[in-house]
């Protein structure tokens, strides 16, 4: 099993900068892949930024060239550079771990609220 904690969430104005930490139980270098999703009210769940344990990486188009994730294998983190931040990146923001079973059937932290003011 793998325990995750989110931190980093909070206020911004539009256009400035957030950064997500996701601490992980274990080694992160043992999980196949982690992610980053976030949920808006009334809308569905969506991945946003995954890495996976050999270093490849990817991000949905809303967030490419604004979002970065990165892993600190000495701290088991992940963590999402967020930047130019837009009113619709307004969302609670989840972490997840695919330990061989995909993200969906992983294990998921509890959640970080990030709210962008226009």
């Known amino acids: 099993q793998v325990q995750l904690v989110e931190s980093g969430g909070g206020l911004v104005q539009a256009g400035g900068s957030l950064r997500l930490s996701c601490s992980a139980s274990?080694?992160?270098?043992?999980?196949?892949?982690m992610g980053w999703y976030r949920q808006a009210p009334g809308k569905q769940r969506a991945l946003v930024a995954w890495?996976?344990?050999?270093?490849?990486?990817g991000y949905a188009d809303s967030v490419k060239g604004r979002f970065t994730i990165s892993s600190d294998y000495a701290k088991n983190t992940v963590n999402l550079q967020m930047t130019n931040l837009k009113s619709e990146d307004s969302a609670k923001y989840y972490c997840a771990a695919n330990d061989g079973e995909g993200f969906e059937r992983g294990y998921w932290g509890q959640g970080t609220q990030v709210t962008v003011s226009s």
């Open positions: 890495i996976t344990q050999s270093g490849k990486f």
């Open positions: 274990k080694s992160i270098s043992s999980i196949i892949a």
